[in-house]
């Protein structure tokens, strides 16, 4: 092949991205409303001018090599661009197939949705609510173009955007002994009832690990899996927590005391997206609405 990069083709560009949303010429020519040929041409003078091999057959489909994958996260700012450029010329009913675990689905998502929709009339979002190891599998298994995260995870064909950064804050009643602290200290727990996560988060074992060099004993009077579920039991008077402020700061402030705990704990929370899949338009649309429609805080910032 020869390579020659002295000119680009966004017809060339738009035929590689359909391919590999849609996985057949026949479907990507479909999604464009062109010929078959049409699509195979440009895949095929794409790969001359660029002298890479984007595409492999395999069992009657085209997947897509390394190189296209590389070639196609380059080319998301251009799609950015084009989209707030031109936005839709006609109304064009897209579909976001979005999944988030509790923490974030219930009240915030629910609300960015509402708003979102609002603004764009002729979208439509498809939410599914379950846990972050099936947000991963969801995303992996192209059954979701969108999901939130609240931990890290490292998987082939799964790829993290930082969204938002927050610090460890303790949530105790507003008549609790400790509720007129500037800030809470780990050797402030000692003896304190406390609500914990589930030892399955990472952040679990990182608290024990700071409690137990300040030889602070605390009593774990319950575990659960969510924030929102210890910030519940906190507002009962079981006793306090240690947790990620966001987003449920924004639902419980009026209910409890979010004080900062004084450790390295630190949470982000990301967007997962394939990696072997371009990203929908409406996906980089709810992401950049969720950039910058997201309440402020005392505890959290953009990542």
């Known amino acids: 092949m020869t390579k020659s990069k002295s000119w680009h083709s966004l017809a060339e560009y738009q035929a590689l991205r359909a391919l590999m949303q849609a996985g057949t010429t026949i479907g990507a020519a479909q999604r464009l409303g062109l010929s078959q040929s049409a699509v195979s041409r440009s895949i095929s003078n794409l790969e001359n001018r ?29 799609f ?28 915030f998502l629910v609300s960015q949705i509402s708003s979102f929709l609002t603004l764009n009339p002729n979208f439509f979002v498809s939410l599914e609510v379950n846990t972050s190891e ?50 809470i200290a780990p050797s402030d727990l000692d003896g304190q009832n406390m609500i914990a996560l589930t030892h399955r988060h990472a952040r679990r074992t990182q608290l024990d690990r700071i409690l137990n060099e300040v030889r602070a004993k605390p009593h774990i009077v319950a575990e659960v899996s969510t924030s929102f579920a210890a910030a519940d039991m906190a507002k009962e008077g079981l006793g306090l927590t240690i947790i990620n402020p966001f987003p449920l700061i924004h639902y419980r402030s009026n209910d409890l005391n979010f004080l900062p705990f004084t450790s390295p704990i630190r949470y982000l929370t990301y967007f997962a997206t394939s990696d072997q899949r371009p990203l929908p338009r409406i996906a980089r649309a709810f992401m950049r609405h969720l950039r910058m429609h997201t309440p402020q805080d005392p505890f959290s910032t953009k990542a």
């Not at 950015?80 to 219930?106: C, F, M, N, Q, S």
């Not at 490292?154 to 969204?163: D, I």
Request: hydrophobic share 35%; aromatic share 4%.
């Open 50 to 78: 660029t002298g890479r091999i984007l595409f492999e057959r395999e069992g009657g489909r085209l997947t897509p090599t390394q190189e296209a994958v590389r070639l196609n996260l380059r080319l998301d700012p251009l």
């Open 134 to 183: 099936e947000v991963v599998r969801g995303i992996v298994d192209n059954q979701f173009d969108l999901g939130l995260l609240g931990v890290e995870h490292s998987r082939a064909g799964l790829k993290l955007a930082p969204y938002r950064v927050s610090q460890a804050v303790c949530a105790l009643t507003k008549d609790h002994p400790l509720a007129t602290n500037e800030m």
């Open 80 to 107: 950015d661009a084009l989209d707030r450029i031109e936005g839709p010329t006609d109304p064009v009913k897209e579909t976001l197939r979005l999944i988030a675990p509790p923490t974030y689905a219930h009240r």
